[in-house]
């Protein structure tokens, strides 16, 4: 997967509390004694209970992120957090968005929350945060123009603009699947998107320029996208 704002997939932090550890961190022990905890609230403005929230900083890290959940009343806390800077992100099936760390917020909505940086005299910090809207999903079947079957490998692309856009691979050896893979896109604006594969024309529906969708926030939408094989 290639993703660029610049979005690189990062799924790695430190240790902390309400979540399954992962790998240890580079930084001592001394150093992973904050605290950050707040509460989440919803597109209602309501808390929000049950969502799964990740820390992802800047950078890039060699062991897993620290998740943790939502309570009933929307409350939430990291414990062990190390001293570095941070963000705190919704990442969540029920939310839209099960892989929505900080770069994928930069792709869908343009932007991140505030950082916020634990340190030896900073070690307890509270943070509200407000859920983003649900990003869309588009789902799509790769399909040969001439023999109507399934492509098993292709290529594409979801440009907002030139630095707010993804590339991702479907089929043998990636994450998705070309025939009904699904895909996160930016709710509520309208996307460009390109479709390739080796050995045919591009989707012509692009017409070099990019096919253009607009999905709303929560929405799904289905696309066949016919390509070409191009003759010898």
């Not at 929505?100 to 005299?121: A, E, V």
């Not at 900073?122 to 945060?129: I, M, S, Y």
Request: glycine share 12%; with cysteine; hydrophobic share 35%.
């Amino acid at each position: 997967m290639r993703l660029f704002v610049t979005i690189v997939a990062l799924f790695f932090g430190c240790c902390a509390f309400g979540q399954t550890h992962g790998g240890k961190p580079q930084e001592s022990a001394a150093e992973c004694k904050g605290v950050v905890h707040g509460t989440l609230f919803g597109q209602d403005g309501k808390p929000w209970g049950g969502i799964n929230l990740i820390l992802d900083p800047p950078g890039d890290l060699s062991y897993m992120l620290p998740h943790t959940k939502s309570n009933d009343r929307g409350e939430f806390r990291f414990e062990e957090v190390c001293n570095r800077t941070w963000g705190v992100f919704v990442q969540d099936v029920q939310a839209g968005c099960p892989d929505c760390g900080r770069y994928m917020n930069k792709f869908l909505y343009g932007s991140i929350p505030p950082d916020l940086k634990i340190t030896d005299t900073n070690l307890d910090v509270r943070v509200d945060v407000h859920a983003p809207p649900k990003p869309g999903t588009l789902i799509m079947h790769l399909v040969n123009g001439t023999t109507k079957t399934a492509i098993p490998r292709g290529e594409l692309e979801i440009r907002v603009n030139r630095k707010r856009r993804v590339e991702l691979s479907c089929g043998e050896s990636a994450d998705f699947t070309c025939d009904g893979g699904t895909f996160t896109v930016p709710p509520d604006i309208a996307v460009k998107v390109h479709i390739r594969a080796k050995g045919f024309h591009e989707w012509k529906d692009a017409n070099g320029h990019g096919k253009i969708l607009r999905i709303p926030s929560g929405g799904v939408q289905t696309i066949v996208a016919e390509l070409n094989p191009i003759q010898d």
